[in-house]
């Protein structure tokens, strides 16, 4: 019994050490940015979602729509949507943001990147764990959360 007891303890104990390690590995990494001028695809993992991957529909979100009265403050308002919700802000550039969620528990990163397409009158998003295969559907809720605050403070509620 006691050697049971000892084992799961040093158990417990390597699977607490490997978490700290990886959520310290995704506080090295960085946004992945632009590939071509559209937002990187997801990798062959759930934990990971984008409005650019229409043939993936495991990774697929529809892009959110813009405002008709967006304008050259759409990018103010897009920042601090995302600041409300937690998001730190890495990089902008142009019509592309990047920002970085930290999970409560370890602070595990996540990668939130915007793609404002004026043009089309969409804004694209990607929502990638750096680390790790799952995520137990966090990146989808927060993209949806994001439409759903971008939408209200873009209609000025």
């Known amino acids: 019994m006691k050697t049971f007891i000892i084992t799961i303890f040093l158990v417990a104990g390597a699977g607490l050490l490997l978490l700290i390690m990886l959520a310290a590995l995704s506080r090295s990494g960085k946004p992945p ?4 001028g559209r937002l990187v695809t997801c990798p062959d993992k759930p934990n990971c979602v ?3 991957q229409g043939s993936d529909t495991g990774h697929y979100l529809a892009p959110v ?3 008709e ?12 949507v995302i600041v409300d919700m937690g998001g ?6 142009g019509e592309y943001m990047a ?9 595990f990163v996540d990668d939130f990147e915007i793609r404002v397409d004026q043009g ?3 804004i694209h998003v990607r929502s990638a764990s750096r680390v790790g295969y799952g995520d137990a559907g966090v990146n989808r809720k927060r993209v949806e959360l994001f439409r759903k605050r971008y939408a209200e403070t873009a209609a000025g509620e």
């Open 50 to 52: 984008a409005t650019e």
């Open 33 to 36: 940015g632009l590939v071509a």
């Open 120 to 122: 089309e009158g969409l």
């Open 99 to 107: 920002a970085s969620f930290s999970s409560p528990l370890f602070g």
């Open 88 to 93: 730190v802000i890495q990089a902008q550039q």
């Open 69 to 80: 009265t967006a304008g050259p403050d759409t990018l103010t308002t897009i920042r601090d």
């Open 65 to 67: 729509t813009l405002r």
